[in-house]
């Protein structure tokens, strides 16, 4: 089925620990985001990549990084992980934002660090 | 800068009754509005967005909202509600003017639908 793909769905790491989140999208969009979404917070943006090539920083981008690989994905790495980076992270993507079209999530990865 | 406000952490409403969740914004421009649903460990899904012309526009499983630039508000509606609209809704506004290619969410509504 067309949409947005993240890999792990689950993770325990322990502090310290480095990983990547990875997320890819088959419907040809422009631009991918990355969110985490806390209890009582919403969904906070990390980071996000208008077009392939390029990435901007969110609200809460310390602690993270990103890579745009190509048009299909964009993957967000934490270096050092630490517990308050427990969370549930979303990536989603849009063709074009500029024309105030709808963004497709994927299903999320719940992160947990001890 | 932009920004957007869901004033009611939950709403409590009996099936068949109508209901209404708030939500207000602020962007320095116009808006592109969005309504998105979350069921229980899934992602957002799109329910229905204001972009431009009549200000009251319909989405999927019947709800509807309600653009108002002089209250800037976007509340979301439904006549008569059912247990399965029971989620988490989220708000979200992006100021079409904006070169950042970005939209910003709510911290969410909860919505509980009782038998």
Redesign the interface.
């Known amino acids: 089925n067309a949409g947005v793909t993240q890999t792990p769905k689950f993770q325990v790491l322990k502090t310290g620990q480095s990983m990547t989140l990875q997320c890819a999208q088959d419907m040809n969009h422009n631009s991918m985001y990355w969110y985490r979404q806390d209890p009582g917070m919403g969904l906070r943006l990390i980071y996000y990549s208008a077009s392939e090539g390029t990435t901007d920083k969110g609200e809460v981008p310390n602690g993270y990084n990103v890579s745009r690989l190509n048009k299909r994905e964009f993957s967000l790495r934490l270096e050092s992980a630490a517990p308050s980076q427990t969370s549930v992270y979303f990536c989603a993507s849009t063709l074009d934002p500029g024309q105030g079209l709808s963004y497709t999530f994927g299903s999320g990865t719940r992160l947990t660090v001890v | 800068a932009q920004s957007v406000a869901?004033p009611e952490?939950q709403v409590n409403v009996a099936e068949g009754n109508p209901l209404t969740v708030k939500c207000t914004y602020s962007v320095s421009g116009n808006p592109?509005l969005?309504w998105?649903v979350q069921y229980p460990?899934?992602?957002?899904?799109?329910l229905l967005?204001y972009?431009t012309g009549d200000n009251l526009v319909k989405g999927s499983y019947g709800f509807e909202a309600e653009f108002n630039k002089s209250q800037t508000s976007f509340h979301m509606k439904k006549p008569s509600a059912i247990v399965s609209d029971s989620a988490l809704y989220?708000c979200a506004v992006?100021d079409?003017y904006s070169s950042?290619?970005?939209?910003?969410?709510?911290?969410?509504t909860r919505l509980s639908i009782r038998p």
């Open positions: 869901q952490d592109y969005f998105y460990n899934r992602g957002l899904q799109f967005k972009i989220f992006r079409r950042a290619s970005k939209i910003i969410f709510g911290s969410g």
